[in-house]
């Protein structure tokens, strides 16, 4: 069996509320015109039946919850989208043995409610954040209870990057530019956002927390010498004035709590990244997750294009099999088939 555990959905009942909430309402009706299959499901269910034993592990697709909708909204679209998935799982288990509950992060009293109400009640397999709160770093304080009880409920959070137009290029410029600020940038807010947690200790004060990184670890096992050797001389390029900027109490070297992270599959069909990131993290810290619909095909090209990829590796069968299936079933918890 095949368990992909980064495709995106969008619930009927939450994307109808998505829009009355949203001033993004026009945006949004354009991206599901030209991505039908973010919310029909019968188009869904025709692309997956061309690949054999293969199930979908649900996320809601981005923007974040609460890029759109301010603290007092963003608890109800909250509840709207992880019901939605929910009734999903229930509908069509064949089809989607769980969901990945999405949260208020922009009201953390809300967000830590619906954890518990989205895991106890609901039986979402964790959570999914992204790489920062409307500009705001994960490892902000206001943010640690969230880490603290997934580790408490022994589930993953998936680590979605998040970065916008408004993001330039440079400092003189107001947007990013030919899409740099998505295809190159991220890929750095999923580093930055590692390199955050790492250097926050949460590692430390959690080392079974499990976080899932999106397109496997992103810039990381690529640029492994920088994050190791370069690491290990981390104040070298710093002026002693500046010496808070480094300030860290890590009980190990930073290149150790890096390989401490989970990555997916989900680098568009490329091989040789893959190889490296599975490489990097070890064959049981990789899950098979495709990102589908956003392809160019707009719904079957990066499912085709990912086991193409996982089936070129270089590795047993035992191996390819964590990868497609064992790897997700022992961290969501989910039953042996």
Not at 197 to 202: A, K, M, R, T
Not at 271 to 285: E, N, S
Request: aromatic letters at 12%; glycine letters at 6%.
């Amino acid at each position: 069996m095949k368990i992909d555990i980064f495709p995106h959905i969008f619930p009927k009942p939450f994307y109808e509320r998505m829009l009355q909430q949203s001033g993004r309402a026009d945006y949004m009706q354009k991206r599901t015109r030209d991505i039908p299959v973010l919310t029909d499901l019968e188009l869904r269910f025709r692309i997956m039946d061309r690949y054999p034993d293969y199930v979908q592990v649900l996320t809601l697709a981005s923007p974040p919850l609460e890029a759109f909708g301010d603290p007092k909204t963003s608890p109800e679209l909250a509840r709207f989208a992880n019901d939605g998935m929910a009734e999903l799982v229930a509908k069509y288990p064949d089809r989607f043995p769980a969901f990945v509950a999405s949260l208020p992060m922009n009201n953390i009293d809300a967000t830590m409610e619906e954890v518990d109400r989205a895991i106890t009640k609901l039986g979402a397999r964790g959570v999914q954040i992204f790489s920062n709160v409307n500009g705001r770093p994960l490892d902000e304080p206001v943010f640690r209870p969230l880490f603290a009880r997934m580790a408490h409920h022994d589930l993953p959070l998936w680590l979605h990057p998040a970065r916008p137009n408004t993001m330039a290029d440079y400092p003189v410029e107001s947007k990013s530019r030919y899409e740099i600020w998505w295809v190159f940038g991220w890929p750095y807010e999923t580093s930055a956002a590692m390199a955050r947690i790492v250097f926050s200790g949460l590692f430390d004060e959690f080392p079974d927390l499990k976080i899932i990184t999106h397109h496997c670890g992103a810039m990381v096992p690529t640029f492994e010498g920088r994050v190791g050797p370069g690491l290990d001389q981390l104040g070298a390029r710093t002026p002693e004035s500046e010496a808070d900027l480094v300030k860290h109490s890590l009980k190990r070297k930073p290149g150790d709590y890096f390989r401490m992270f989970y990555g997916d599959t989900a680098l568009f069909g490329a091989i040789a990244p893959l190889q490296a990131g599975v490489g990097y993290f070890g064959i049981d810290r990789v899950l098979f997750g495709t990102d589908m619909p956003f392809d160019p095909e707009k719904g079957e090209g990066f499912i085709r294009g990912t086991i193409r990829a996982v089936d070129a590796l270089q590795i047993a069968p035992v191996d390819r099999a964590k990868l497609y299936e064992e790897n997700a079933r022992r961290l969501l918890k989910l039953p042996k088939k």
